[in-house]
């Protein structure tokens, strides 16, 4: 399996609305990121867990709250949103924080906030 | 401050032709150069990539260039084929590892016609 699987494929919120997006790898890997990408835009960082723990927080609104239940799952957690937040929102994974590899990204998740 | 900078922004090649995308980086940190290819509604895929050590890398029909002293690294795409039509990114990351951070181009939209 060197797939990082993200649910939903697409989302529709209003800007009261809870709701999250889910990543998933069975790679083994120990890193794993959060990126939004707005259209025509490159991606950008948003969170890093390694080893299940935050190690970087990209001065992201805390409407956004990412969570790492276990080395194999990532979650976003969505709250009070803007239309603004509308973007593609991309999981990736390696190996290990601190190792020379590159980045396995998901296919995303595309988010409209109404 | 763009770290990174990718041209041109959009580009049209008819099959079986050369494409040849730029890119310039100013931090010396850097130490891996990865290219990414992404297709509309789809995550970005590592395609190839290079380390300042050599001076070019080749898989299959994408070679990456790479001159450490002038900063600048490119990719081309031999024998471009219509589903080589995608947004390409470079990007570039330091060393190490503790603080792994991607930087990313802008992306270039190429479009290879039949």
């Known amino acids: 399996d060197t797939e990082v699987t993200q649910t939903p494929k697409h989302l529709v919120m209003g800007m009261t609305n809870k709701k999250s997006l889910k990543c998933e790898q069975h790679m083994g890997h120990r890193a794993m990121y959060w990126y939004k990408q707005k259209a025509k835009k490159p991606p950008e960082l948003m969170f890093v867990y390694s080893y299940e723990k935050l190690s970087i927080n990209e001065s992201v609104p805390s409407r956004f709250s990412p969570e790492c239940p276990n080395s194999s799952l990532l979650n976003l957690h969505l709250h009070a949103l803007q239309p603004e937040d509308s973007a593609l929102y991309l999981c990736?994974?390696?190996?290990?924080?601190?190792?020379?590899?590159?980045?396995?990204f998901g296919q995303g998740t595309r988010l409209t906030v109404v | 401050q763009q770290q990174v900078k990718q041209s041109p922004q959009s580009l049209i090649v008819q099959k079986g032709g050369i494409s040849i995308i730029n890119c310039a980086y100013e931090n010396t940190a850097f130490d891996y150069f990865p290219w990414y290819q992404q297709f509309p509604g789809k995550g970005p895929a590592l395609l190839i990539a290079i380390r300042p050590d050599v001076s070019e890398k080749k898989e299959g029909r994408f070679t990456i260039s790479f001159n450490k002293s002038a900063k600048q690294f490119s990719l081309h795409i031999m024998d471009s084929q219509p589903g080589d039509s995608a947004t390409y990114f470079c990007?570039?990351?330091?060393?190490?590892?503790?603080?792994?951070?991607?930087?990313f181009g802008k992306g270039t939209l190429l479009t290879v016609n039949p």
């Open positions: 990736a994974s390696r190996p290990g924080h601190r190792m020379n590899t590159e980045a396995f």
């Open positions: 990007a570039a990351r330091p060393g190490g590892g503790s603080n792994y951070k991607l930087t």
